[in-house]
């Protein structure tokens, strides 16, 4: 009993950790310590689906300057928590064509077995994003549960039909070593996206977006 409880403590660590480590700076991804986006620059390369395909997240992009507001986007979500989900239950990402507009982010789930179906892990915090260009841009901002904010813009590219890569040409607060890649699988649909993420130890990251 001491060995699960100690396991299920470790696990639940590792999806922290896991969160903190895939940033806040770009297209619908997890975001930093205590929900707030991560300020720096994040590394490591991780599968982005549960089909096989893979994605880099979290590689430090080019340094820069973010002069000015990367975006006048207002903070429009509601505070969302990051609920636990088995692990079997995890779909596939789909891919598509990310359609123009408003979305807030509306779920975000976690899937490792020994978390726990609806176990409430912490809190994410808000998220609003506007895709543009025909899906080849983004605009975002992050709030956390402290009420800090984050905010991005930068260029999308599709891969691989279900896989995306996001790149910052603008972040606030400014990362200590250059801007922050995100990069991962996708499905989106007219009015909404979801984001998956794979971190360490397997554990994927699901975001689900709603077009306003």
Known sequence: MRASLIAAVTLASAVFAFIACTGGSALPVATGDGGAPSSRASSGTSDATSGGTS???????????????????????????????????????????????????????AFADLLGEGTVIRSFGSYTLVIGGGGNTFEQVVTNEKDEVTKASGNLVVENTTQFTATPTCEQPKPDAG???????????????????????GITAELSFTKK
């Open 179 to 201: 801007f922050t890649i995100i990069a991962g699988g996708f499905t989106a649909e007219p009015t909404s996206i979801k984001m998956y993420v794979v971190r360490d130890f």
């Open 55 to 109: 994605g880099t997240s979290g590689t430090s992009g080019t340094s820069g300057t973010s002069t000015g507001d990367c975006t006048t986007l207002a903070q429009e979500g509601p505070k969302i928590d990051i609920v636990g989900a088995k692990k079997d239950s995890q779909p596939a990402p789909k891919g598509g064509t990310p359609v123009n507009g408003k979305y807030i982010l509306t779920g975000a789930r």
